[in-house]
C-alpha cells in the first residue's frame, strides 16, 4: 500500500516537533522520539489499513487511529483498496482538534 500524505501533514509534523522542543526546553531526542511513533504508527496502517475506528458525520468514511504508549498521537486515513493506496489526512499530537482539522481536509485526494 502505497501512502499519500495530505500536503499539511508536513505542517502537522513541524509543528508537533516545535512544540515537543518548547515544553520539554530544547529536548530534541523526545521529538525525534514521537517521530519515530508516528512511522510505527503508520506501518501500523500500512500493513492493516481497514483497522480502525470508522469516523460518522463530517469525517464519513475516514478511520482513525491512536497511538503510542499513551495513544496520544493521532492519524486521521483512508484506504483505497483497489487503487492500494491510503490517504493519510492528519497527524495529531495530544488534545488537539482533530476532528475539526480532518473535516477541512476531508475531500483532499479523492
Not at 469516523?55 to 503510542?68: D, I, K, P, T
Request: hydrophobic content about 45%.
Amino acid at each position: 500500500m502505497r501512502l499519500i500524505r495530505h500536503p499539511l501533514v508536513g505542517h502537522d509534523l513541524i509543528a508537533l516537533v516545535d512544540h515537543i522542543v518548547e515544553v520539554t526546553q530544547g529536548d530534541f531526542a523526545a521529538a525525534a522520539r514521537r517521530l519515530d511513533e508516528i512511522d510505527g504508527l503508520l506501518a501500523d496502517i500500512a500493513a492493516n489499513p481497514q483497522s480502525g475506528v470508522r469516523l460518522g458525520g463530517s469525517l464519513e468514511g475516514w478511520l482513525v487511529r491512536h497511538g503510542e504508549r499513551e495513544h496520544r498521537l493521532t492519524i486521521v486515513f483512508r484506504a483505497d483498496m483497489l487503487r492500494e493506496e491510503i490517504y493519510i489526512a492528519l497527524v495529531a499530537f495530544g488534545g488537539q482538534d482533530w476532528m475539526t482539522t480532518g473535516a477541512g481536509r476531508r475531500e483532499w485526494g479523492q
